[in-house]
């Protein structure tokens, strides 16, 4: 059956789960029931679909609910060929996600979710990329705060270095200047599963420190090197930094954009992520609590007895998050610093309306599905990254719907 003439264009896996939830809020705020996003509610409790669905709004009726099994290859075949597009925000998908995501590939239908798990990620590469590219099927991993405001950054950055001076940056470094938000449950979860991965198999570490572990295979090499791990100042920015937590995926997705893309910066091309945290002493002081505090988290989530109350005494649990005023009061922004081959330097503002763990991720993660489900994309199937499938439409979206800005400032 062609995606064209599937029964949905959406269907959002998990729709009862906290971050589910704010999904299929902001389809209906933003998409209506019934209109011209033919969209649908799934999950494995009908009840609970039935008691979301009647808090939407009084025509959301007229949205179907589907029930279906996380671990029953049959229902979730059947789910996947209903639909253009599965929406999926049930993790950690290291454990909950590689069936559903092999019923897409074998059903031709497309994917998004909001997976930040490496090791995960590549196993889903080696997998299915190359059968996704048979069937069509684009599976497009890390569509919330990690990693879509960064990979499209890149995108956006290099688009418009090469409009203004005819010649891409020859690296790029994304600088987070302030954030207001919530920890995600769901985001911690899958951290502490990866560590404990990491933990028991080295060859899981090594893919999780490599910093081209999701580019194609035979072309993991290049000039990056890990993530960074210390206090550094950035002249640049004429600040200190510390280490981002999430640029563990964030740089490994823009390097795997690039290649899907042929390397149209130059293999020499570099990409790096940080905290910025003020100049002098006291940008130096916090850079280093900050840094210290990220180092306690890893090495508390590393050994079992300390993983566990953690989890039960101090980080928020999956399911768990922020209410509506704390979600709307937060936001996120970014500086992006991209080098021209003459030294000449570029800057770009990316901003957040909401939280980014939660208001901002459930709107991007929306729009990356109605993208993948609605507009001209220029490639056919594969296991992709936001950029490479989506780009400009997605940016687009990002900025008429999701609350985003991107902006290249004088």
């Known amino acids: 059956m062609s995606e064209t003439n599937r029964e949905f264009d959406v269907i959002v896996w998990g729709a009862t789960g906290f971050t589910g939830t704010l999904v299929a809020e902001y389809l209906y705020r933003q998409y209506g029931a019934g209109g011209d996003l033919r969209w649908a509610i799934a999950g494995r409790n009908r009840q609970k679909l039935e008691e979301l669905r009647a808090t939407l709004g009084a025509d959301a009726s007229a949205l179907e609910i589907i029930e ?7 229902s979730l075949t059947q789910l996947a060929s209903r639909t253009s597009v599965v929406l999926t925000t049930v993790g950690p998908y290291a454990l909950y996600g590689s ?20 090791q995960w990620i590549r196993k889903m590469i080696d997998l299915h990329h190359g059968r996704a590219q048979q069937t069509g099927a684009r599976i497009v991993h890390c569509c919330g705060f990690d990693s879509v405001p960064m990979d499209i950054g890149v995108w956006f950055l290099q688009e418009e270095a090469r409009r203004r001076h005819g010649e891409y940056c020859r690296s790029i ?16 979860a899958s951290m502490l599963n990866i560590i404990k991965e990491s933990r028991e198999d080295k060859a899981t570490a090594r893919i999780l420190v490599h910093p081209y572990s999701l580019n194609p295979e035979g072309e993991r090499e290049g000039p990056d090197d890990r993530d960074q791990q210390t206090v550094i100042y950035n002249e640049a920015a004429q600040c200190w930094t510390a280490p981002f937590v999430m640029a563990a995926v964030n740089t490994k997705v823009v390097r795997r954009s690039h290649a899907l893309a042929g390397y149209p910066y130059g293999r020499d091309f570099r990409y790096g992520e940080a905290v910025a945290t003020g100049a002098g002493v006291s940008g130096w002081l916090k850079g280093s609590g900050m840094t210290a505090g990220l180092a306690g988290l890893v090495l508390g989530g590393s050994f079992a007895a300390t993983r566990s109350m953690l989890e039960k005494f101090v980080l928020p649990k999956p399911g768990e998050g922020p209410d509506a005023e704390l979600r709307e009061s937060g936001f996120f922004n970014l500086m992006q610093i991209g080098e021209l081959p003459d030294g000449t330097l570029l800057r770009t503002r990316i901003t957040g309306d909401q939280d980014p763990g939660y208001g901002s991720t459930s709107k991007m993660l929306s729009e990356c599905a109605v993208c993948l489900a609605k507009d001209e994309l220029d490639i056919s199937g594969g296991v992709l990254t936001p950029a490479a499938a989506m780009a400009r439409p997605l940016l687009e979206r990002l900025q008429k719907n999701a609350g985003l800005t991107f902006e290249l400032r004088d």
């Open 68 to 74: 279906s099994d996380s671990h029953n290859k049959e």
């Open 99 to 118: 069936e559903l995501v092999e019923a897409c590939v074998e059903t031709g239908t497309h994917y998004c979710d909001l997976a930040g798990e490496v």
């Open 173 to 188: 470094t994304m600088l987070v200047k302030a954030t207001k938000g919530a920890a995600s449950g769901g985001t911690i």
